[in-house]
Each structure stands twice: as structure tokens, then as C-alpha cells.
């Protein structure tokens, strides 16, 4: 039996309700990590095989536990290589440094502009050369998400093919060697899913906007934590409220016509896609989910992570760059070529299972490209699935009242939880500036007083000397 312990906050069959997701953070911060994670689970649970999520709970104490009780450390990453992720990138470190079983790093990226500037480096340079070292003692490999990615660790002293390899997303292999999307006749009628990221330049804000006033029959999917609060409970904006080309606020339009859905896992989000006739949008894993389910769908990126990944898996998308002010949605439908995924699936599906063979990591397909009896589809049809959260403009005013009796006073508790640990952290911090203050106040005197001593030693062998 394999025991694999994995980089994530649940296993695809937990049934986590959106309190709780809402307060143990279970998606790390964006429901997308579900759909990369998904994949990972159903390709590496072979028979006999337990797969179990270190919930975000990577400090190294935990090095001693981990060696004992599994075999394999598996850590799915997304845009890693970046400042505000490099603190976790140290812990990791030093907690694979303690560990002896083997650890494989299945995708991970480099964040930066559109056009990065690899040759100038980045502050956490250091950070991600000592976590790659690291993860090569225990592995083989270390799959990258793209070329702009292996471009940077090349540059940092790593060889491509020997200690890095692009593989893509993994949430591309979710179903195998094969990708079929629908050839779908999208109309003003047709059923339309929209993501957006409020990252993406006021060009695209813009467009995304306008293509949903253009089919009016469309479903805002969020991703961000702070979206799955808002929509559970009406508040808080997101964004200042001025805003007009992203739902930041319960009294956008597509919040009070009950056009938002968030998602607590990756099953359903799936099956909801698969009734779409187009999903569009900046969002990378809101239109992965998408092109995985079958549906046609238009990405736009906006950065270097997004942009590597769209190239490497021939997404079918719309530069920023070439959205003017004019540019409808129903202009790129006609043009698009959907199909543009699937033609390349096969070749990169290839390299994702060598690159699993390489770690020597068990999988579904070591048989057959075609497995009939997956362990993981067996487990998930047997999971009782939570439905997507809806807003609170779409839900009855009993449940409406249940969400806030539930939710608030324990949001309350938190935020008293938060307010008394600042007041005894002041009174910390004033009880060391006052020993601070105390030992200033000794050294100056003690500095004064070796002055003294100095002088007079000063004047006595002079007095010496003088006389003399």
C-alpha cells in the first residue's frame, strides 16, 4: 500500500460547507487549487493507494510524523515563485530537508509581468534556488508549468530536461489523453459562464463586461475567498464601490439576479460547466474547468504565468493587448478555435506521464492509456456532493437569516480573538521598550561613568608625566 501525503487544504470527497471553508481556508485563497489538486488525486490513487492532505500544515516539526506515517510527499504548486509566496517556500525547505522519503514538486510556477525581465532576477531568487535544491535530493525531476519558467531556473543554475521539466498544469490531465469539446452553437440565448480577475488591465475588465451585457443568459463564477463571502453573506465589497466593470458589491446586477454561483468543490463545478454552451474570461482554472468539461471556452491572459500555460497547452484565448475598445464577444466566438487544446493534448499528456515515470510515481495509466476501473471515480460517485453557493438574493429569507445567525457571532469571536492578541501584543511591546528604555538608561550611565574614570585616569598621567 502507497501512502501519499499531498500539498492541499481536502481531498476531492470532503464535503467542506463554505463556513468552514471560510474560516480553515481549505482552497488556499482561490477555489481554482481544487481542479489541479482533482487531477493529481485521481491519477496517483491506484489500488491500495491513500492520498491524504497536509491541510497547509507544512512546518518542519512535522518532519518526524511525515517520515513515519507516508511515503511519498507530492506538492502541486501553482505560481510559487513569487515574493508574497517566498516565506512558505522557506518553510518548505527546511521541512524537506528533514524529511527521508522521496518528494515531487507536479507543476510549479514563475510570477511576473506579462514580458518578464528574467536576466534582472527577483528578490526571491535566493529563496527558490535553496527550495529546488532541496526538493532535487528528493526526487528526480521537478515539473515546471511552462517555458518562461524554465527559462528562470535555468538561469538560476538548473538544467532543463535534467533537473526541470515543463509538463503544464496537471489539471489538464484531470481525464486522461483526450480532450473532446463540444462543437456548440452559441446564440444570445445560449447559457454563457464568466470569470474574472480584478487583476487584469481596465481593457479587459471592460470587454468581459461588455460580453456579458451581450448574452444576458450568463453565470458569474468567482474564485477568490473574499468573493465566497460576499456571496454567502451579502457583505463585504470587495472593491471600492465606484467600480462598474467587476461585481465588488451584492448590489451588482449579477448578484441580485442570482447570476453568481462559487463552488465549493471541483465535481460539481464540472458538471455545472458541462450544461454551458461558452465559458469566457482571465481567469486560468475557471476556463481549465471549462475546456476539461467539454465547453468551448475563451481565456485571456494577463501575466506570464497564464501566458506560458496558454502556449504549452494551445488554450484557445484573446490577447489584452488586442482588446480595443470595440472588440465584442460575439467577433472572437465566430474566429475561435476551440479545438485548439485537444489537437495538442495527446504529445503533453505523453510528457506528463514520463515525467511521473521519471519520479518513479505510480499512476493510473501505467497500463493502459485508457484505464476502465479508476479507483477515484469509484470514490467520487459514491460522495454526497454540496451544491454551489448561492448569493443571498437567491435563496429563501429563513436560510438567508440561518447564514447570518451561524456566521456572524463567530465572525465576531474572531475579530475579538484578533483585537486581544494586538492588545497583549502592545502590552509586550511597551513592557520591552521599557526594559529597553531601563538598560539605555543604565549603559549611559555606566558610559558616563567610565567618561569619568577615563579622565581622571587622564589627568593623573599627565600629572605623572608632568612631573616627571
Do not use: C
Given at each position: 500500500m502507497k501512502r501519499i501525503i499531498i500539498r492541499a487544504g481536502m481531498t476531492p470527497f470532503e464535503q467542506f460547507d463554505a463556513e468552514y471553508m471560510m474560516k480553515e481556508n481549505s482552497i488556499g485563497g482561490n477555489v481554482g487549487n481544487l481542479i489541479y489538486q482533482y487531477s493529481i488525486f485521481r491519477t496517483l490513487m491506484t489500488e491500495g493507494t491513500t492520498i491524504t492532505p497536509d491541510y497547509y500544515y507544512y512546518d518542519e516539526e512535522r518532519a518526524d510524523e511525515i517520515n513515519e506515517n507516508f511515503?511519498?510527499?507530492?506538492?502541486?504548486?501553482?505560481?510559487?515563485?513569487?515574493?508574497?509566496?517566498?516565506?512558505?517556500?522557506?518553510?518548505?525547505?527546511?521541512?524537506?530537508?528533514?524529511?527521508?522519503?522521496?518528494?515531487?514538486?507536479?507543476?510549479?510556477?514563475?510570477?511576473?509581468?506579462?514580458?518578464?525581465?528574467?536576466?534582472?532576477?527577483?528578490?526571491?531568487?535566493?529563496?527558490?534556488?535553496?527550495?529546488?535544491?532541496?526538493?532535487?535530493?528528493?526526487?528526480s525531476i521537478i515539473g515546471l508549468r511552462g517555458e518562461i519558467t524554465s527559462k528562470y531556473l535555468t538561469r538560476l543554475g538548473f538544467r532543463e530536461g535534467i533537473d526541470h521539466k515543463v509538463i503544464g498544469c496537471p489539471s489538464m490531465y484531470a481525464f486522461g489523453r483526450d480532450l473532446n469539446i463540444r462543437e456548440t452553437n452559441i446564440t444570445k440565448d445560449s447559457m454563457i459562464s464568466v470569470n474574472s480577475s480584478r487583476l487584469s488591465p481596465k481593457n479587459v475588465l471592460d470587454f468581459i463586461t461588455r460580453g456579458m451585457e451581450e448574452y444576458p443568459n450568463h453565470y458569474f463564477i468567482p474564485q477568490w475567498m473574499k468573493e465566497l463571502k460576499l456571496t454567502y453573506t451579502g457583505t463585504h465589497p470587495i472593491a471600492d464601490l465606484s467600480v462598474t466593470n467587476y461585481p465588488v458589491k451584492m448590489s451588482d446586477p449579477t448578484y441580485m439576479n442570482d447570476r453568481v454561483r462559487f463552488f465549493l468543490n471541483a465535481q460539481t463545478w464540472f458538471d455545472f460547466l458541462k450544461e454551458a454552451d461558452l465559458s469566457f474570461g482571465a481567469r486560468l482554472h475557471g476556463n481549465i474547468t471549462a475546456t476539461l468539461a467539454g465547453t468551448p471556452s475563451i481565456l485571456i491572459?494577463?501575466?506570464?504565468?497564464?501566458?506560458?500555460?496558454?502556449?504549452?497547452?494551445?488554450?484557445?484565448?484573446?490577447?489584452?493587448?488586442?482588446?480595443?475598445?470595440?472588440?465584442?464577444?460575439?467577433?472572437?466566438?465566430?474566429?475561435?478555435?476551440?479545438?485548439?487544446?485537444?489537437?495538442?493534448?495527446?504529445?503533453?499528456?505523453?510528457?506528463?506521464?514520463?515525467?511521473?515515470?521519471?519520479?518513479?510515481?505510480?499512476?493510473?495509466?501505467?497500463?493502459?492509456?485508457?484505464?476502465?476501473?479508476?479507483?477515484?471515480?469509484?470514490?467520487?460517485?459514491?460522495?454526497?456532493?454540496?451544491?454551489?453557493?448561492?448569493?443571498?438574493?437567491?435563496?429563501?429569507?429563513?436560510?438567508?437569516?440561518?447564514?447570518?445567525?451561524?456566521?456572524?457571532?463567530?465572525?465576531?469571536?474572531?475579530?475579538?480573538?484578533?483585537?486581544?492578541?494586538?492588545?497583549?501584543?502592545?502590552?509586550?511591546?511597551?513592557?520591552?521598550?521599557?526594559?529597553?528604555?531601563?538598560?539605555?538608561?543604565?549603559?549611559?550611565?555606566?558610559?558616563?561613568?567610565?567618561?569619568?574614570?577615563?579622565?581622571?585616569?587622564?589627568?593623573?598621567?599627565?600629572?605623572?608625566?608632568?612631573?616627571?
Open positions: 511515503d511519498l510527499y507530492v506538492i502541486p504548486l501553482a505560481d510559487a515563485f513569487r515574493q508574497e509566496f517566498a516565506p512558505s517556500l522557506r518553510k518548505y525547505t527546511r521541512l524537506i530537508k528533514k524529511l527521508k522519503i522521496p518528494v515531487v514538486v507536479i507543476g510549479v510556477g514563475l510570477r511576473a509581468p506579462f514580458e518578464p525581465d528574467l536576466k534582472g532576477g527577483f528578490p526571491f531568487d535566493e529563496d527558490v534556488k535553496a527550495f529546488v535544491s532541496a526538493v532535487l535530493e528528493r526526487s491572459p494577463k501575466d506570464a504565468r497564464m501566458r506560458e500555460l496558454t502556449d504549452y497547452h494551445q488554450l484557445t484565448h484573446i490577447w489584452a493587448n488586442d482588446i480595443t475598445a470595440d472588440t465584442r464577444l460575439s467577433d472572437i466566438v465566430e474566429t475561435a478555435d476551440f479545438q485548439s487544446p485537444a489537437r495538442i493534448q495527446a504529445k503533453n499528456f505523453d510528457n506528463f506521464v514520463d515525467f511521473l515515470n521519471t519520479n518513479e510515481l505510480e499512476h493510473i495509466y501505467q497500463d493502459t492509456n485508457y484505464p476502465e476501473n479508476v479507483p477515484f471515480d469509484r470514490e467520487m460517485a459514491k460522495t454526497e456532493l454540496l451544491p454551489a453557493v448561492k448569493p443571498i438574493t437567491g435563496i429563501s429569507m429563513e436560510e438567508a437569516i440561518a447564514r447570518f445567525e451561524s456566521f456572524f457571532p463567530e465572525e465576531e469571536k474572531k475579530i475579538a480573538a484578533i483585537q486581544k492578541r494586538d492588545k497583549d501584543k502592545d502590552k509586550k511591546i511597551k513592557t520591552l521598550q521599557g526594559k529597553l528604555n531601563k538598560q539605555t538608561k543604565m549603559v549611559k550611565h555606566q558610559e558616563g561613568t567610565l567618561n569619568r574614570k577615563a579622565v581622571r585616569m587622564a589627568l593623573k598621567t599627565a600629572d605623572l608625566f608632568a612631573k616627571k
